[in-house]
């Protein structure tokens, strides 16, 4: 089947403009994660969601980051009054309930840069 | 804090074998994940320890001791398309990943 898409690919923004990154899981997968990963660096936990439950935000890092999950399956990640050091690869990942949270299905990653 | 150690960058010989070495110091603790990453794509997920011991898939090869906090991730009979960035990532909740900062493996003909 179809792996977890992302769009768009690259997104360059002017700085104070707010954003809006789409995830689209794989089908069946109910946990769906977002990361960010600066240019060689390992990548940073965002947020975590799991079907219906409060989603756990604890890498969020400030509050103009948002994420939003409709009907158990896509998931948008907002940027609002993006700041330069907001450049980076936003991966969205996903994976079979509980156990299998180990195992996680990455998309390509969207390519964001601030001006 | 929490902090996971591995080495910025290995190079070997095809056919070679390479250790890469995984140390950590985390809140919690519900296994140790191994990713790989060749440039400009998407983590893969390469294999995972649960438990303390050995786990095998084909020429990879993951290790872990949780009394050491320590895991290794062992690649052998090495091919050039194995060159890429290979990352740790600690369990640390029931959905969160901790990701170490990766390990570039670069193979030479």
């Known amino acids: 089947g179809a792996g977890v898409s992302q769009s768009p690919s690259n997104k360059v923004t002017e700085k104070g403009k707010d954003v809006e990154l789409r995830c689209d899981p794989i089908?069946?997968?109910?946990?769906l994660y977002w990361y960010r990963q600066s240019l060689g660096q390992g990548l940073e936990f965002l947020i975590y969601?799991?079907?219906?439950?409060?989603?756990?935000k604890s890498g969020l890092p400030s509050d103009r980051f948002s994420a939003e999950r409709t009907g158990g399956s896509v998931s948008t990640l907002t940027i609002q009054r993006t700041q330069q050091e907001d450049s980076a690869v936003y991966l969205c990942?996903?994976?079979?309930?509980?156990?299998?949270?180990?195992?996680?299905?990455f998309g390509p990653g969207t390519r964001l840069t601030v001006l | 804090g929490q902090s996971l150690e591995q080495p910025s960058e290995v190079t070997a010989v095809e056919g070679a074998i390479v250790q890469i070495n995984c140390t950590y110091q985390?809140?919690?603790?519900?296994?140790l994940s191994w990713y790989q990453q060749h440039d400009g794509g998407a983590p893969t997920f390469l294999s995972y320890?649960?438990?303390?011991g050995l786990e095998e898939t084909g020429r990879f090869s993951s290790f872990l001791s949780r009394s050491d906090s320590y895991g290794y991730l062992l690649l052998q009979e090495l091919q050039m398309k194995d060159s890429a960035s290979y990352f740790c990532?600690?369990?640390?909740?029931?959905?969160?990943?901790?990701f170490g900062a990766g390990t570039q493996v670069v193979v030479t003909p």
């Open positions: 990942a996903s994976s079979l309930p509980g156990g299998q949270g180990h195992t996680q299905y």
């Open positions: 985390t809140s919690g603790f519900y296994g």
């Open positions: 089908s069946g997968h109910t946990a």
């Open positions: 320890n649960g438990l303390d």
């Open positions: 969601f799991q079907g219906n439950s409060a989603p756990d």
């Open positions: 990532a600690v369990r640390v909740s029931w959905g969160k990943l901790q």
